[in-house]
């Protein structure tokens, strides 16, 4: 499996992907010190993870991987407004019609907060004993604020806000779950979010189905991770569903992709509702032995 490298010369005229979310984006694990778990190669880990092996797919072109392992949805909504708006400003209209947006949305109980001059990334439930300022907000928000109808009220504003901007701004955009699938997120909340009728579900994909999240498929499809994270085969499989999606729905109408790119629109021997049910059985399985599988 040849790597697609981040960008490329000759790229001028080509696809711009751009692809924020959680780990499962960034390409954990890939290959990382088994001690430290710190990445031991960010060329390898940026070309095997699914947004250049989707890049790869439509035809290649420049990938920018804004993910970081943790990060909430709090940030991803954040850092793809920042980035879209620089990126339109120094591009204009010739940027825009090269741009997809693809997003990998985080669980939602992750928080985002500003300390000391710096974001933090939360898990409401872990402990941060060497960082004292943000140990002391979360303690007191995991015991005050937390709770599963808010996380699922928010997480709804989130991707309604994301999609309200990029339509703004004409920009062609997916949107996934990576973790939980929304339906099972939103079966949390104590009523109806009603913000969930406003959802485009055209370019959100898989957004009716429970256990259809990128862990809960790639569990059954590519059972062999790496540690808690799926390993370069599972990140191939994803972009090749998800390069099936986007051509099956029309969603890269218009964007400079050639027509001899390798898109797939029927992929895996288990797709369809065994896949769904044993995915989804495996990853609440694993949330219930370790409800914080993901870093």
């Known amino acids: 499996m040849d790597p697609m490298p981040p960008s490329a010369a000759g790229t001028s005229e080509r696809l711009i992907l751009y692809a924020n979310g959680c780990s499962m984006t960034y390409g954990y694990e890939l290959i990382d010190d088994p001690e430290t778990h710190v990445?031991?190669?960010?060329?390898?880990?940026?070309?095997?993870?699914?947004?250049?092996?989707?890049?790869?797919?439509?035809?290649?072109?420049?990938v920018v991987n804004d993910s970081i392992p943790g990060g909430s949805n709090d940030r991803i909504l954040r850092t793809t407004i920042r980035w879209v708006l620089d990126f339109l400003d120094a591009e204009g209209e010739a940027g825009r019609e090269r741009l997809l947006v693809v997003i990998g949305w985080s669980d939602p109980m992750r928080r985002e907060f500003f300390?000391?001059?710096?974001?933090?990334?939360?898990?409401?439930?872990?402990?941060?004993?060497?960082?004292?300022?943000?140990?002391?907000?979360?303690?007191?928000?995991?015991?005050?604020?937390?709770?599963?109808?808010?996380?699922?009220?928010?997480?709804?504003?989130?991707?309604?806000?994301?999609?309200?901007?990029?339509?703004?701004?004409?920009?062609?955009?997916?949107?996934?779950?990576?973790?939980?699938?929304?339906?099972?997120?939103?079966?949390?909340?104590?009523?109806?979010?009603a913000h969930v009728r406003a959802v485009d579900q055209r370019t959100y994909f898989n957004f009716v189905t429970c256990g259809s999240s990128m862990a809960e498929i790639l569990s059954v499809a590519t059972p062999q991770w790496k540690g808690r994270h799926p390993a370069e085969d599972g990140h191939d499989y994803w972009a090749e569903r998800l390069a099936g999606y986007l051509a099956g729905q029309s969603l890269l109408d218009g964007l400079p992709i050639p027509k001899e790119s390798q898109i797939f629109q029927n992929v895996?021997?288990?797709?369809?509702?065994?896949?769904?049910?044993?995915?989804?059985?495996?990853?609440?399985?694993?949330?219930?032995?370790?409800?914080?599988?993901?870093?």
Request: with cysteine.
């Open 39 to 62: 990445c031991l190669d960010d060329p390898y880990r940026e070309g095997h993870a699914w947004p250049s092996r989707l890049a790869h797919r439509l035809g290649g072109g420049r």
């Open 268 to 295: 895996g021997v288990n797709h369809g509702w065994l896949e769904r049910f044993r995915g989804r059985l495996r990853a609440r399985r694993a949330f219930k032995a370790d409800p914080f599988i993901y870093p």
């Open 115 to 193: 300390i000391d001059g710096h974001w933090k990334q939360v898990i409401p439930y872990h402990d941060y004993p060497d960082l004292p300022a943000l140990n002391r907000l979360n303690t007191v928000y995991r015991e005050v604020a937390w709770n599963d109808h808010e996380s699922a009220c928010r997480f709804a504003t989130q991707v309604l806000a994301l999609q309200a901007f990029l339509q703004r701004y004409g920009v062609r955009f997916l949107f996934f779950d990576a973790l939980k699938s929304c339906q099972e997120i939103f079966a949390m909340a104590r009523s109806e979010v």
